[in-house]
């Protein structure tokens, strides 16, 4: 944990029991606690840099919000992400929380700053041609002949009928033979109805036809080497050899095979509220984050194969 110099005995002595409190009270994580004891005392250090003094438990309750602005300016001038900042922030009203609550120190502008805006997160689909790929080389990705013909069943659900990790993985073995449609429980319970390809179909009968394990129907679908439910740590170790073998991004993960399916849905003309449904999303605002992916991708055909476009380009 980082205890930082230069503070007031007052405020030391403080600081040493909110960690304890952290530790024995909150029973935070190790890293968790390290974190929250370095972006204390970083902010700490700032504001001894900032108003010139050792800080002391009389000068926290003093900070006016233009103190809290400068520190929060500092971080953005200094690169560091609005997650981290997010963070940081949260570190630093947990100390002052412990203070007010201890009849130390108290001071009510530190509530009234917003958390920084985290950025707008983009799935980083594969493109049509990388997923075809990566299901092609799953079946030889896998060693013996069953694991490489369920390895390639299990990503052929995460691509196909658009699947979480822990969907596929979690059916029993009463789901196979799949019919056209698969029932399929989510996040929070909650069930939905998805299509079934028949390449999803095939890939799966394969794998059952390979797989030597014996399969009860109240059992798990994928097995491991052990007869056990497949895990997802299997699945993305394939996907991080797959990655190598195929010259793929390191964004090209099981989930981005997910966003796969929903991208591509949607380039090829698939309707928001219906690729929802697929997804299982609770929020169309989570399906509309695939928008901003098409435009994206929409924008590069653009640039390539228009010729205004091109036009631009020649001229700069």
Known sequence: MVEPAGLSPDLAEAYARWLRWLESERRLASLSLQAY??????????????????????????????????WLAARHAGGLRATSTGR????VRSLFRFLERGGLAANPALMTLRSPRRPHGVPKPLTPAEAKATLAAAGGAGGPTWT????????????????????????DREAAPLADTLIVRGKGGKERLVPVLAAAREAVDRYLALC????????????????????????????????????????????????SFATHLLGAGGDLRMIQELLGHASLSTTQRYTDVDAEQLMAVYRLAHPRAKATAVRN
């Open 212 to 259: 030597p394990m014996p399969l009860p129907a109240d059992g798990p679908l994928f097995v491991g080497a052990r007869g056990g439910r497949l895990s997802p740590r299997s699945v993305q170790a394939l996907m991080q050899r797959l990655r190598s073998a195929l010259g793929l991004e390191a964004t090209a993960t099981p989930h981005a095979l997910r966003h």
């Open 88 to 91: 940081a922030l949260s570190a």
């Open 148 to 171: 490489g013909a369920r390895d390639a069943a299990v990503l052929t659900l995460l691509y196909g009928l658009g699947l979480r990790i822990s969907e596929a993985l979690g059916l």
């Open 37 to 70: 004891s370095r972006d204390a005392a970083a902010f700490l250090a700032f504001i001894a840099r900032h108003r010139g003094r050792a800080p002391d438990l009389e000068l926290l309750g003093e900070l006016a919000p233009a103190d809290f602005r400068a």
